[in-house]
Every structure is written in structure tokens, then in C-alpha cells.
């Protein structure tokens, strides 16, 4: 996915944030405007370009709309993204935007926030056990369909092929790989020889890359998920 695309969901994203917050505003006879208004963005990692690309969007359109985002990096760790949701919720923030490090772990932070008349919007990945007022997300399963044609027109319809995979639990990760799998079924001269997780992380991922593998099975391409 392109920077353009990157920007586009993170504007998406705000302009849905200063909506409910605005609803959110009228309700509580707090005026037409949001201005002001705290909104706390949790993102995963922020050691992707993507989520780099995210912030910055979401800034961006933050400032055009004079609300007070603050962004909190969980590192890929489901406990410290479950202490920042839960620092939001006492912080005075009126709206979070969560990108889940894990959609399973993440669902108890969300229902305190949810218990909390906190809205909560999940960005490219969702939550489950929770209430999310949006969902604002690329079409994971279509992508991964997409890199199997495009993996195997790279390689001439043949060969072996090792998939670093990203953070398990997520949505983002599971629905690409089963994009991947059903797109992978037209191309049975392509053989999956080995699964690894990679964390959505350029630094993990590239030394997976370079680690010599202990013994058969080596992959002609490598599929990569970025995010």
C-alpha cells in the first residue's frame, strides 16, 4: 500500500473521531465543537512505516481539526497497550483510537472504555469481546490474495516460498494469510515450505531473512507482511 493510501486511512480515521466527538459534544450540551478535545491514538509499533505513516496522518488531520492528539506506542507489547488504554481512560481522553497489538487481548481494555462511555475506534485491525463505534481498515483478505498473484508472477509460477508472517492474534495478520492460501490454491507448482512469525517488524523480519536455516526446508521467495 502506497504512502497516499497510509494518509488516507489515518484522515478517514480522524475526521470519523471528530464526528463522534462532536456528537459526543452536543450530547453532554457541550456546543457544536470539538475543539480542544483530547483524543489518545494507541498504535502497535510504531517501528513500521505504515503506523509511522499512520501518525502522522492522523496529526496531521488532528491539527487541521484543532483537537489535542496524543500518541502512545506499545512497542508490539499487549500488556503495555492494555496499561496506555487504560491511562486513556483516566487521562480526561473524550475518544481512543486503538491499531491492536493483539485483538483478543486488547478486548478487556476496550470494554473498560466501553464501560467508560469512552467511544473507541480500531484502526486496520479490530477488537473482539468489545464494542468499537468504527472499524477503519484496508481489506485484508483482497491484499493477501493480491501478493499471491503477484509472488507467483514473480516467480514464474514455481517454486518454494517461506511466509514470515506478522503478530499472531491479530486480524490484520490472520485475514492476509487466509487471503494468501485461497489466492496461493491457483498456483499448485508453488509449494508454502515454512511459516514464520516476523511481527510485522522490518528489523525482525530482515533477520529472519538472513538467518541461515538450520536445515531443509529454504524457500526460493520470501513473503513478507509488512503490517
Partial sequence: MKSSSFRRIAAVT?????????????????????????????VS???????VELRDGAQAAATAAGLQ???????????????????AASSGAKLVIVNPVDSDAAGSAVKALNTANIPVIAVDRTVNGATVASLVASDNVAGGKQAAVELATAMGE?????????????????????????GMKAYPNITVVAKQTAN??????????DEPA??????????????
Fill in 158 to 182: 514455481k517454486g518454494s516460498v517461506i511466509d514470515l508472517q506478522g503478530v499472531s492474534g491479530t486480524s490484520a495478520s490472520r485475514d492476509r494469510g487466509a487471503g494468501f492460501e485461497e
Fill in 45 to 51: 509499533t510504531l517501528n513500521n512505516p505504515f503506523f
Fill in 214 to 227: 538450520p536445515g531443509p526446508p529454504r524457500g526460493d521467495r520470501c513473503l513478507r507482511r509488512e503490517r
Fill in 200 to 209: 510485522f517488524d522490518r528489523d525482525h523480519r530482515t533477520r529472519r531473512d
Fill in 69 to 87: 492528539l496524543n500518541i502512545v506506542d506499545a512497542q508490539n507489547d499487549s500488556a503495555t497497550q492494555a496499561n496506555q488504554l487504560a491511562t
Fill in 14 to 42: 480522524t475526521a470519523a473521531a471528530l464526528i463522534l466527538v462532536g456528537t459526543t459534544a452536543c450530547g453532554r450540551g457541550g456546543g457544536d465543537s470539538a475543539s480542544g478535545t483530547k483524543i489518545v491514538l494507541a
